[in-house]
């Protein structure tokens, strides 16, 4: 089976394995986490066609004709996306999270390029952080809008 990730087409073998596991064993990008494997850390998280997505419940079948977007897939060749870009003005303590953050932070700002502080709120409560930086991350998910907006 073949999978769209992160723009280039990439052959899959185990179709019906975790997306997660796909990623990270068969392709090599472990910038996708696994955390707790029920879906409710979010540090798994990716896009599919540009929606959130964790990938420790979805069937690499399940993402069969559908863009997936990882973490790493964020950069633009050596320009990073303006979430990596705040996220590095404002760090997290262990980062295990940060995956999640970071793509469900470039959902949000595709579908909301200036949001309120509870939209932010919103948005990043879908994951979870064991180190308790959820100021940090207000921080660099307002920045990233920011960002985002002066890069036009």
């Known amino acids: 089976m ?15 394995e975790l997306l997660v596991w796909v990623l990270r064993d068969e392709l090599g990008l472990t ?17 599919l066609d540009g929606q959130v997505a964790r990938a420790c419940l979805t069937p690499a079948r399940a993402a069969a004709g559908r863009e997936v977007t990882t ?18 003005e404002n760090p997290l303590q262990c980062g295990w999270c940060l995956p999640g953050h970071l793509m469900s932070a470039a959902a949000l700002l595709e579908r909301t ?7 932010i709120e919103e948005a990043a409560g879908v994951n979870l952080c064991r180190c308790g930086g959820y100021n940090s991350i207000r921080r660099a998910v307002a920045r990233a809008a920011e960002l985002k907006r002066e890069d036009g």
């Not at 280039?8 to 019906?16: K, M, Q, S, T």
């Not at 910038?31 to 896009?47: E, K, P, Q, W």
């Open 2 to 16: 073949q999978l769209s990730v992160n723009g280039r087409r990439r052959e899959v073998a185990y179709p019906d």
């Open 31 to 47: 910038g996708t986490h696994y955390g707790c494997g029920i879906g409710a850390c979010g540090s798994c998280t990716v896009l």
């Open 71 to 88: 973490v790493e897939g964020l950069a633009r060749g050596e320009q990073l996306h303006p979430v990596q870009r705040a996220f590095l």
């Open 113 to 119: 390029p200036d949001p309120t502080d509870a939209q």
